[in-house]
């Protein structure tokens, strides 16, 4: 059953293929007499835009987000607000090729056993396009959340390349056209993602997302916890395969007097954590430590590397992915991710304030 | 804002403390005149039960699911079902000692900064007791799937140690305390875990949890996929802080190439996948594949080594946790997971009739 | 598909039959730290406990309010409140006569047809036993909205029989069992559905209900408007077939002149209405007039005087339904009615804060 | 709490203010493979429409649904429809003259109450003409039900002046402009409306709702019962201030012997009711008689005879409120009324495939 929206009172419905007129969202649920213009969204989906170094997908899409309702007067009215992204760069043609075959890795052979509909323009409904509206969306709920608030996110695998994090530094995330915090390591990685590109195949990633000023007491036990909603916005994610708060999957090799992070006296007498393994939730509700979530985002799989497949008759075949791609979707995902992580914690803030505020 | 129930059509709602006189839950959703009895639902919250082993928790809970209504005449009306446990081993005055401290890992500090409520008796509302009601919805869930589907766990990394995928046997799960899939392996852990816990300390995990006879075409592309929802459901669950699907994390190493599943004409002309990296998984919808599911359980953080902490004035002072706690989570949360993996399946399944039946 | 929970954020969901060992819900989404006992719900739920007068059911039943949870120390907690009411005077055989019949304007037939299934005893889950659950919920609210908010509701039509509006008085519901606000009225009212009773009959009725106090801003636009979720609460409840506020079906003969009502300058510059037709709320948001209901509840099916139906076979027969029923469900509707008023607006007063708090 | 999405599994998100450049609506859950072209809403928006008489608005709006989304090939693929509909004959100006003040019987003095905002450009979020957007989500609800279920409106009541229901003709109500079914009654009626009209003034109505050809089984007990999705689902609708089913308020004056509806044996065993003051709907579930919906419009509150109010710095003024009004809005409301009970049934359609199907 289709389902799309996200969000409990902060809320968002996207619709939209990647080869119709446009693709949009309706952003519902936003406090009223925010200030808000389309410029404070543009620059985030500038961010996310394709065709910007030779890293990304060379679809050329200007991405420009209108405002369809919601905002009188430069300030949010309490109403839904629409947004608009029409799709200008669109080459249907490049699938004809493919029309019939299946794409492995690709929603194609599910959304076709399930809907009986085979919309092979570019992924149609399933194309990641969809997640420049999940990045306007992000563009709202950051202007809910304030600027004390700050979320950022990173590249911090691409492939079996690692960053050393002794050289972490988020400064080094825009610098490069990785997103890469590590700038020793962004080196490499270009040339080795270069090379990939040019063998028509593509590297998988770990993001990394981090939210700092986060209120102490968002989430809430069973249900509506604050890392239960960031695991369900960041799998909702095309291409993510995996999810983890904290110290993660490495939570298995300590032991409980490693990992439990120890309390001291902070300043003015408030709670100071020792450690971060818990990345910030304790119970479902957040600390006020940083919020630390990594996904693990797997290698695009419209490359030039024929694969097997088969077509709808079931016959099989072999196909390739021409079009204009992306050798690693984790650069930009990494502003997808931060866009979702956003919504979920404009979402919390204001579920606690309907019950603690 | 509290929102204790989980689901879009089968859904269920848990309430209830450790410490209270019972805790509960209602599952709604349920088609009718399906055959439903207390025992139906009894034999997985048996197998969820403490006491069982000394490697799990002492606590002496019969744990006896009472169906309040929603079953006449042994089948399923259509209506609520309404689950009853009563509390029946609380021991309050374990508690005593710790009432005004904060213990580190626990939901201690972050329920009282956000309710200004400090129920000290065995964690409360947070009390992982809570996933009993989890085990009962999941057993309904499983009764709405069919005896087509199977859906089983198994703790594939206890610590440090992981298990031998060869050795892989399903059958092995019952047949040690530890619900590991390796007999070789089992030993091993028996005493690393008994060893841990009588140094007063406990392990972390990674459980697997696998569903087989999943129809093709469960879930919806864009914040109903079936992976984000299983995400959301598993980290849900008391000390998970990560889950993956398929080749999880391992997709960051992966080249486009290796990780796409390709396909070829299988049995009556349909689909056979090559591998299963997706987990069974594509675009949100099931593809007729098993189903893979991990995730990271953190160890217990009610432990006897003694841990800084701060109390409810804000002083610092040490804690250790007595009474009675799992060593390593990851063995109980085997069926929880399990159960949680069930309800997600049969409210697609649901789901998927709605729209597509 | 069973939806057997109302409210947005704050939630209840009720389960039981009236034959089964209890009924119940559980409320979600209630602030912490809000004082509440049992008696607080109690003192309501004996308002619409029946068998305190020859005008209502002679079924005894305590209906006594157990909390089993959501409550610590005489507060709230913020987590959900089960709240259990066994059900002790069952007469399953009161039924046995007509377990296979369908009793004309009751739920038998629809429910069997949609479900396959006929509970028989007492309506099973369409029992107006459900009500005591709704009960119990409004008392919630109540205690969320505080005293500077008061609901009521009075029985303003039984019949053909109505009030003279001239003599309207809150006090005077309380003062007869007929909750008539007229007291004039009140001892004709009784004698006539005395002698409706022993006629084996039953009379319909139009219950009145207003709450005050209620502050300026509560609904939104399009789909959660206070008067639309408050026509959803009404229309709810068992035997009601119609809603209306304010003026209501009377707006039909009213020219616009006379319908909008006029604004002047009140009490410390505050709006100041100079007529109430819109019964409180424009908009959908509430203006701070009281805001008054008004709803038809159809006479008791449930009758000793024979009539025409089928069973299940399909076989054409009569009917005479025994059993302890009410004659002019009005009465005990009045209480109902109320706490479902005041669970829309706990529930509007929480989505406010939300937003614009 | 701003909530602009109507509906469980078929649902529709609407946005937009009558002086933007545009609303629309999203509409979700909507099967695979129905033949869906932009005529199909094109028919039902151009009978809500204003100009087409002297008795509605003057505004001249083409009202022309753009499909954005979700379909493919002339059929629906299961993703979200999204409809975008032009404001072209906007005047702003028209409300130069009332910008701070609040017009009686309007939702301005609300609006600014809880958002602090005044869009005084013709009511903004809160205009009727969002209307547009639930006419165009009704077309595609009709495509779900199918051709086997009718939906029909007509105005039973203009002010005091009320049809003989002997002479009522479905066939009639599309050759007056009035909606009236009754072809005598229709010409009073519209030398009636061109007198009030010219008189600066406005009337109220009832409007009648009927679907016929709905299945037996659809709705549920208990917060989804299908009168009670209805009854939301009728009070959403702007200036509507009642809702009755079946004999509605009319069963407060009838004994209980009157008022249930006896049933026989009908063709192929099927029931046969004798009468139908249930409305076609018994314990919140359809019988298969027709679901019979009465809603009360309030007269307009935009009229050219002058009223007291006060403006935004509270001070006592008069208003008039020019521009192009409806001196009937039932008129209109009848097609949006329509659109409403078929978004209903087809969301309990949906809703009684998944758990019943």
Redesign the interface.
Known sequence: ??????G??F?F?????SH?????C?V??????IPLEEQDIQKYLDRRRPGQSKHTSQRQEPDRA?I???V?EG?T??????I?IKNEDQRSKDYDEIKDK??????D???D?????R?YRGG???SAR?TAARVAAGAIARKILGKGVTIRAAMV????HKIDRQRFNWAEVARNPLACPDAVAAEGWAAALDK?RRDG??????VEIEATGVP??L???????L??????A???IHAV?????????????????????????GKK???KF?SN???G???????GQPVVVRI????????L?P????DRE???TDIITKGRHDPCIGIRAAPVAEAMLACVLADHL????????
């Open positions: 059953m289709s389902y799309n929206n996200f409990k009172l809320r419905t996207t619709w939209g293929e119709g007129p446009a693709i949009g309706v519902d649920g936003v406090p009223p007499k209108q369809m309702s919601g009188f300030l009215t309490g109403h839904p607000i629409s608009l299946y794409r492995p890795g690709h929603a052979i599910t959304y056993a399930k809907y009986g509909i919309d149609g409904r399933a969809e695998q691409m492939g079996h990939v195949n593509s590297l998988g990633a770990i102490v007491g989430g809430a036990p069973h249900y509506a916890k890392d239960q909603d960031i695991a369900s960041m799998m909702s395969k995996g999810v983890e708060i904290g110290a993660g999957f490495g939570v298995a090799e300590l032991l409980g007097s490693e990992n439990a992070d120890e309390i001291r006296r007498g408030a709670p020792l393994n818990a990345g939730i304790l119970g479902g509700i957040s600390t693990a985002v797997k290698p695009a799989s419209s490359i590397t694969r097997q497949t088969i079931g016959q099989e204001l579920l606690d304030k309907a019950q603690c505020g």
